[in-house]
């Protein structure tokens, strides 16, 4: 809870005053601490407190959830204050059929950041509107695709997990609108505890890590499929997912942004861990490269993937095909000892100065059943 003024997003003043201003705004908020929240849905009723930064995290298990066409229901949220404070939440609930659930990094893997330079990337996050920000070309469509899944109407879960801050969320969810992006049901960012006192972000190196935990151990009869980006700390944090929860990863999708020696060892790392649960990892120049991957699994249509090839033709960027190699054993301990030998670090060594997409996968890779498989 934050008692924060309204920025006018109209305002288009191209001067370092407009620029501090909108800097101030998203980190001067006045934080609503140790306060009560009642939340309210089908007759169910809970009460949390906010913690020291104004945030609160309510767990509801309503006996009757109002019936709908959506899988998007209203939540009821009142502030203990003087006057009262009412509003209202949106929660999803997955429908029945839904197959797999979609965890995303969004920084340099959906939106370009750019968090190889901490300046421009801080300005990014600070300054820039919605409408100047960058999507990777194909990364909505591909969204759309994974959330419809392969019949079209799957609406699998999407969460979004980013280590930049709360502050920024309305820029966020204006851009993800903008570029028809599906929401949610949630967007995990996380406090930096920015001030004028404090203007360097509290360490948090464990926040997706955790975040990812917590989402696998809530959709317990869930797959997953995770999408980041090889440049900051995706690769370690995605290895250590699939290492703690054998089984439960289908795919890990990562866009090549950074070819450094020491993020290829990390990706190496990340590649054996994958290859070592059976699943597979697509080291993916482009976006066409995860979508195709995916249909291969049976985790879009056709036509998502489709969708995927013209918003990339459509924003000029289908000119440059990218070569596809692949690091393939027979089962999966030996296309992991295939990393271990060295065998990606060659391909991705061989194939450094042009667009690469490498797969590394079993042989004997299955893919996710399909609805009417399952009859």
């Not at 001067?28 to 601490?33: L, M, P, Q, Y």
């Not at 990393?339 to 890779?365: F, Y």
Request: with cysteine.
């Amino acid at each position: 809870m934050f008692r924060q003024s309204v920025s006018n997003r109209k305002e288009r003043e191209d001067d370092i005053r407009a620029s501090l201003r909108n800097i101030a705004h998203r980190i001067r908020r006045r934080k609503v601490a140790g306060t009560l929240v009642t939340a309210r849905i089908g007759g169910t009723e809970t009460r949390v407190t906010t913690d020291r930064d104004g945030y609160f995290r309510v767990h509801l298990h309503p006996h009757d959830v109002p019936s709908s066409y959506s899988p998007w229901r209203s939540v009821e949220l009142s502030l203990d204050a003087a006057p009262a404070v009412r509003a209202e939440a949106q929660v999803y609930i997955p429908p029945t059929n839904c197959r797999f659930v979609v965890i995303s990094d969004i920084d340099d893997t959906i939106m370009h950041t750019g968090v190889a330079n901490k300046l421009k990337m801080l300005w990014r996050l600070f300054v820039a509107d919605a409408e100047s920000r960058v999507a990777f070309p194909g990364a909505a469509a591909l969204c759309r695709a994974l959330h419809t899944g392969v019949t079209g109407d799957d609406a699998n879960p999407m969460l979004y997990v980013s280590r930049a801050p709360w502050g920024i969320y309305d820029m966020l969810d204006e851009f993800f609108r903008q570029h028809e992006i599906p929401v949610g049901p949630v967007l995990f960012l996380r406090e930096w505890g920015l001030s004028w006192r404090h203007p360097l972000p509290r360490r948090a190196e464990d926040h997706k890590r955790e975040l990812i935990s917590h989402m696998l151990a809530l959709y317990r009869d869930l797959p997953f499929v995770l999408i980041g980006d090889s440049g900051q700390h995706d690769p370690e944090v995605y290895a250590q997912v699939v290492a703690d929860h054998p089984g439960r990863v289908l795919a890990v999708y990562i866009r090549n942004v950074s070819r450094g020696a020491g993020r290829v060892a990390e990706i190496e790392h990340l590649a054996a861990t994958v290859a070592a649960a059976g699943s597979s990892l697509v080291l993916a120049a482009d976006s066409d490269a995860m979508a195709q991957h995916a249909g291969g699994l049976g985790l879009i249509a056709p036509e998502g993937g489709q969708a995927v090839s013209a918003e990339r033709a459509a924003a000029g960027a289908a000119e440059v095909v990218a070569e596809t190699q692949q690091v393939v054993g027979p089962t999966a301990a030996a296309t992991s000892q295939k990393v271990a030998d060295g065998k990606l670090k060659s391909v991705l060594e061989e194939g450094s100065d042009t667009p690469l997409n490498v797969v590394v996968e079993p042989a004997n890779r299955g893919g996710l059943s399909t609805p009417s498989d399952a009859n």
